[in-house]
């Protein structure tokens, strides 16, 4: 079966609007939302055209910064630090730590993976990847160091495991929306949903006023949304970046606490 290209040569996937439970877009038929870093160059604008590309930086850590009111990356966010290296930094108290030691990407990996609700196994064979030297318990302790240290987060994952057990749902804090979860009470989702259906209901929300700013008539679209990510076409490339920036770049509030996207 071949690819879905018009007459025209452009390649038309199909969007699925509702079928993740978190809310975000799914793409099929083919999907573009997982194509290898190499095939990027494959896809090229129609004549005339350019495309123009931004993303959301550290999405899902700003989102769980702001619901947890960790002030430590609340206050990264906000000073323009970088949040794995303070991470790093403290978790393995040394405050020489730099950019490029391997124990700042370290630290990326396993707040990432924590965010998702990974238990200290899951991240243990994640890290390995990159750390073959790491063992179990060297995770088990970082993990331990991380709930002490970073106790906004523990306390946050602690009461969505309570909430969850009391309302069988989970809520996701930016726009209300509950996803039932029918008596099965899965850590890893109670903890991830809520990232990820906001980081939806953002993008959602990010999409309409971008739309809302092109001048579809002269050949600016939206063609893809992929993640965090949001590529245009246009003929005018200086133009399409200003809309992203105007458009995506924003301050959210939640329970106090704000941080900047």
Request: charged residues 30%.
């Amino acid at each position: 079966k071949g690819l879905p290209i018009d007459k025209d040569s452009i390649l038309r996937p199909s969007w699925n609007v509702f079928r993740a439970i978190t809310g975000r877009w799914s793409c099929s038929e083919p999907n573009l939302q997982n194509q290898p870093e190499v095939m990027r160059n494959v896809y090229i604008a129609r004549k005339g055209m350019r495309l123009v590309v931004a993303d959301y930086s550290q999405l899902e850590t700003r989102l769980l910064a702001l619901f947890s009111g960790e002030e430590v990356l609340l206050e990264a966010f906000k000073n323009g630090r970088d949040p794995y290296l303070e991470t790093a930094r403290l978790l393995f108290n040394d405050s020489s730590i730099t950019s490029n030691d391997p124990r700042r990407f370290l630290a990326k990996t396993y707040r990432l993976a924590d965010s998702y609700g990974a238990e200290a196994k899951t991240k243990w064979k994640r890290l390995i990847l990159d750390f073959p030297s790491l063992t179990l318990s060297d995770v088990m302790r970082i993990e331990e160091r991380d709930r002490k240290l970073f106790k906004a987060i523990t306390k946050w994952k602690s009461e969505g495991i309570k909430e969850a057990l009391k309302n069988d749902s989970v809520v996701i804090p930016l726009s209300g929306r509950r996803i039932f979860l029918h008596g099965k009470i899965e850590p890893p989702k109670v903890y991830d949903y809520p990232i990820q259906g906001s980081a939806s209901d953002l993008i959602k929300k990010k999409l309409g006023e971008i739309s809302g700013s092109l001048k579809w008539d002269f050949g600016e679209a939206i063609l893809l949304q992929i993640h965090d990510e949001f590529v245009l076409e246009g003929p005018n490339e200086k133009l399409l970046r200003g809309i992203l920036k105007s458009t995506m770049e924003t301050t959210l509030s939640f329970d106090g606490n704000d941080c900047p996207f």
